[in-house]
């Protein structure tokens, strides 16, 4: 590796560091919004709040990731080309596929970090947020610690707490359990307590009222009680785990046993085989849109005024790429034997890197920018 491949690496890693930090704050603000109000609403502390943010990381970082790599390597090029380093380099005889060398180790490079996190950190964290919430889910306790709503912690049941004293007492208790359609009953006391036994968890009511409806007899029957023990642990039955989502599911098991895990899940094999190769694709197209990024750029000649028609261009390059990922994926989904489709984007980057590396070596195809004139050898 040269001085200048060193350098221009550096320049592209540093501002890769700084996109995806940038990137990955601005999303991560915009959803933790939604997040903390789910998590917080439903009776949960902010620690919980906390892990769920960290275990959505890689999936978020792995969004960003293929905008931070191009953005670093437009902004490196664009930088050095306007402040000439790059023009001198051009003419000392090194060509532009020359100087790509550089960006191609940039793109490895993140390659192998994208590999990281789609392949392996992703697939775990998924996994982990879903078992995580399924237990604040099946969490009954924390689901009714809300004052003054009226909450649903299963189907048919309906809980409203009008107050909670400092000590843990329940204030203006109403509880209707509707899963016996022809024998509801609702229970209404001033006062509560959760108690937590080797049998379960009990709401406790004291001096309250049972009302209690006979449809076979279209009669109503109330009961006066001084303490009535309701069981909501039987709740939380009704929370059953389910099946295991196409992010959750390791790499390895899409690999070697995706015909039990298409049976196992309830997913088809084109959606496992989407899923799969959509995992090595990003690798791809982190390499793929580094050297878009680079090539588009190195059609312009020296500027002092910036490359901006070649990062418009670049850009659009960019969003047409990502058009055709989401093009492509129902294809496969519905044939799963066109899997290599889902590299289309990244081989169509990188044959279009190509050719404008092409067009840049060959001086009968630029123009200065002094006075727009052809230049020749």
Request: aromatic share 10%; net charge negative; proline share 3%.
């Amino acid at each position: 590796m040269s001085r200048f491949d060193g350098y221009f690496l550096r320049q592209l890693l540093v501002l890769f560091g700084f996109f995806t930090l940038v990137l990955v704050g601005v999303f991560w603000i915009t959803r933790s919004v939604s997040l903390f109000d789910r998590v917080i609403s439903g009776g949960q502390s902010a620690m919980v709040f906390l892990e769920f943010t960290a275990l959505t990381l890689p999936t978020l970082i792995r969004t960003v990731m293929p905008m931070a790599v191009f953005a670093a390597a437009v902004y490196a090029t664009n930088r050095l080309s306007r402040e000439s380093e790059m023009t001198v380099m051009l003419a000392t005889g090194s060509s532009p596929w020359r100087l790509a060398r550089a960006v191609l180790m940039f793109g490895l490079s993140a390659g192998l970090i994208m590999a990281v996190i789609s392949v392996f950190l992703r697939p775990a964290s998924v996994d982990q947020l879903e078992k995580r919430q399924d237990e604040v889910a099946g969490d009954v306790t924390a689901q009714l610690l809300n004052e003054g709503e009226f909450l649903h912690p299963a189907d048919s049941v309906t809980v409203y707490i009008g107050s909670i004293d400092l000590d843990g007492t329940l204030r203006e208790v109403f509880v209707s359990d509707r899963r016996e359609a022809i024998n509801p009953v609702s229970y209404s006391s001033t006062t509560a307590y959760l108690v937590n036994q080797t049998s379960g968890i009990h709401l406790v009511m004291l001096d309250g009222v049972a009302l209690r409806f006979d449809e076979a007899g279209n009669t109503l029957s109330s009961t006066l009680f001084e303490d009535a023990s309701y069981d909501i642990s039987e709740l939380t039955l009704n929370s059953e785990m389910g099946h295991r989502s196409l992010e959750a599911i390791p790499t390895i098991e899409l690999i070697w046993d995706r015909e039990a895990v298409a049976v196992k899940d309830d997913h088809s094999v084109g959606h496992l085989v989407d899923e799969l190769h959509q995992r090595f694709s990003w690798i791809a197209i982190c390499i793929a849109v580094a050297l878009v990024g680079y090539s588009a750029l190195m059609l312009g000649s020296f500027s002092r005024f910036g490359l901006w028609p070649q990062i418009l261009g670049a850009f659009t390059i960019l969003v047409l790429l990502e058009g055709v990922r989401g093009f492509v994926s129902p294809v496969v989904i519905g044939d799963p034997r066109l899997w290599i489709l889902l590299y289309l984007p990244a081989i169509l980057g990188v044959a279009l890197s190509g050719l404008f590396l092409t067009i840049a070596g060959r001086p009968l195809f630029r123009k200065s920018s002094g006075n727009g004139a052809i230049t020749s050898a």
